[in-house]
């Protein structure tokens, strides 16, 4: 019997997570995947149309499955179906679908008569109509991820101006164009069984300078009580119970204003940085859900009895090039704050400038007491590194 994991491109999240993770649950495990040329050279990968459910059941029949889960954004819906097609433990294949589509959520929300965010939709080939009232607005694919082609605009002519840009990149995608939520920028982890749903904590996030929406920095936080009865029932009305969530949301005028929801662990390497401050590990715990075993079995701690502050800063990118210079993995403990470095982009590897998630060189991060030490320890260690892009 074998775990399979369905991915894209190689991740930090599934080499450094889930692969240790199998191993130490003493399970066999294949990754399939559309994309194996790209995977590391000892990781076992299987071709797979990982996008086809079909495909996925068809791709586990000569050792059978024990467990079969996703970690990316773009195959929830066809794993948790091939899930359900097997009989195995998974997502509701609805749920992940509304999840995944911008637009359906806003609609369920809109039909519950919550959190209602006014969104109009631009299909492929469609010249975008939107009231003027509307703006300022963000303008996104409707399936997108990682703020890829996000941007806000203020006007209808900054609009058309962004739609055929994306569409120079992306013709075939769909968009949406949704009320700008203005308000401080907060994370809300999550995992849960089907029957109950265990809150992991959340982040606060700041965000680089309009109009694109780059993550810069989190601040371990934790959503107030009532924010998080709001978001409870928000991820309610959406089916989403199952497995590991990322939940976006602002808290504009006290309320929560749902942004995004990703179902799955978050992302940027802050899903081992959650291992780490928690001291649980999530990844086993993710897999455990998956071969059914419930939550309750598990040790999970309550966020609100952490002793311990996480601040995580990226490095990003400013221009398109190649990065020719930059500090390799790094791990050091500095007046008791736990510091670490780690590339997200090699060294002689040319990048396109983007504004998004995709522009990260590094992640930075610190665990320690409190608040003012892990900030000064991570500026501090910060300090003394260089990345430098030339052009070409």
């Known amino acids: 019997m074998r775990?399979?994991?369905t991915a894209l491109n190689p991740t930090d999240a599934v080499l450094e997570g889930f692969l240790p993770a199998a191993d130490s649950l003493g399970l066999p495990?294949?990754?399939?995947?559309?994309?194996?040329?790209?995977?590391?050279?000892?990781?076992?990968?299987?071709?797979?149309?990982?996008?086809d459910a079909t495909a996925i059941v068809a791709a586990t029949t000569t050792d059978p499955p024990v467990a079969l889960l996703s970690n990316s954004d773009h195959l929830q819906e066809a794993t948790a179906i091939a899930a359900g097609k097997l009989g195995l433990p998974g997502k509701d294949p609805d749920a992940a679908r509304l999840c995944k589509d911008k637009a359906a959520m806003r609609r369920v929300f809109a039909a519950a008569g919550l959190d209602p965010v006014r969104a109009v939709t631009v299909n492929p080939g469609a010249t975008p109509t939107v009231p003027r009232d509307l703006f300022p607005a963000v303008v996104k694919p409707r399936a997108g991820v990682a703020s890829e082609d996000a941007y806000l605009v203020v006007d209808p002519r900054e609009l058309t101006a962004r739609v055929v840009d994306i569409r120079r990149r992306r013709p075939d995608v769909a968009l949406v164009v949704e009320e700008y939520l203005v308000g401080e920028l907060h994370t809300y982890e999550t995992l849960g069984d089907a029957e109950s749903l265990a809150v992991l904590g959340g982040w606060h996030t700041s965000l680089g300078p309009p109009p694109t929406f780059t993550e810069l920095s989190l601040d371990w936080s934790l959503p107030a009580p009532h924010h998080e009865a709001r978001l409870r029932m928000l991820l309610g009305l959406l089916g989403v119970r199952f497995g590991a969530c990322h939940t976006e949301y602002v808290v504009q005028h006290d309320q929560v204003r749902l942004i995004e929801v990703n179902d799955r662990l978050i992302g940027d390497r802050m899903d081992l940085i959650l291992t780490d401050l928690l001291r649980v590990p999530l990844f086993a715990h993710v897999i455990r859900l998956h071969l059914g075993e419930p939550l309750a079995a598990f040790d999970l701690p309550d966020p609100a009895a952490i002793s311990r502050h996480a601040r995580v800063e990226y490095v990003c990118a400013d221009r398109s090039g190649r990065l020719t210079k930059a500090p390799g993995r790094v791990d050091t403990t500095h007046n008791g704050v736990v510091l670490s470095n780690r590339p997200m982009r090699a060294v002689g590897r040319v990048g396109e400038y983007t504004g998004t998630n995709r522009d990260y060189l590094a992640a930075l991060h610190g665990i320690g007491p409190d608040t003012h030490l892990v900030r000064t320890a991570l500026a501090a260690f910060r300090d003394g590194m260089r990345w430098t892009i030339t052009d070409g």
């Open 29 to 51: 495990v294949t990754v399939l995947t559309d994309r194996p040329a790209e995977w590391p050279t000892g990781v076992p990968v299987d071709y797979c149309a990982v996008r």
């Open 3 to 5: 775990l399979y994991l």
